[in-house]
């Protein structure tokens, strides 16, 4: 019998440690802290300011420097449900799943859609926020008055670099698909200064681009008139190792307590509080 129950726990053991990848879960008994990436350059989820608020939290490692947006107010409600100290650092978006992997943060809270490629390295939380694709052009340009993907044929459009609205623009027809660029920042001058017809942006952020440019609108598209996707393209959520099956768990009750009335509050809030033009 003891030989059988020995067995037993060598095989719970093994799967355990399978399950875990053979990885140190995060602790959420002795760990104080946790440590949360995001670009600290997309508004109105997330934006640097030097400027101090109820809502705008130190930077690490940038003194003076500290981060506002939607994505900050929901980090700081999952720290203070888990009890853990809230530190931020601004990562690029190429490095926030390296910084990720390799234990430089614990979380990306950045506006992040859960895709399944992204799903084969790291785990992602519930949604925490539900979006939609738009266009984004020039007040001026030719496709300022466009209803749907097939008005934008033969139009220049871009997007940034290692998002799913890169991968979305070849939906449109004779498309001219424009290599990605680094930031939004660098969409909206390149539409500002005609170097491309359109960007593609979920709307929140389209909204908070064009607060912040008076010489950018949205195209939004009805029924069938825009693009094919998936939930996956419309959600946003939280990335964590995939190890961290404990963390995961205490951060879908945290979320499970924030409805989603509020957090479309939180997003309205962000959106009045993101830099303007």
Known sequence: MKKVVTLLVLLVLLVT??????????????????????????APFNWSTPVSSRYALPLAGQP????????VVMASLIAEELGLTLVIKAVDWDGLIPA??????????????PTAERAQTVAFSNEYFRSEQVMVVSTTGAYANATSLSSFAGARVVAQLGTLQDGLIDQIPGVNHLEPLDSYGLLGTAVSSN??????????????????????KIIQFTGTNGFTVSD??????????????NLLAAINAALAGISTAERNQFMAEALLRQPQE
């Open 17 to 42: 440690v399978s399950a875990c990848g053979g990885k140190e879960q995060f602790d959420l008994d002795s760990e104080t802290e946790i440590v949360v990436g995001l670009e600290a350059a997309y």
């Open 64 to 71: 003076g420097v500290y981060v506002d947006g939607f994505d």
């Open 100 to 113: 990720l992997l390799a234990g430089e943060i614990d979380l990306i809270i950045a506006g992040m859609s």
């Open 195 to 216: 170097a491309a017809d359109a960007f593609i942006a979920e709307l929140p952020v389209a909204q908070g681009m064009v607060a912040a440019n008076s010489n950018l």
């Open 232 to 245: 996956e393209d419309v959600i946003v959520s939280v990335a964590l190792r995939q190890e961290d099956v």
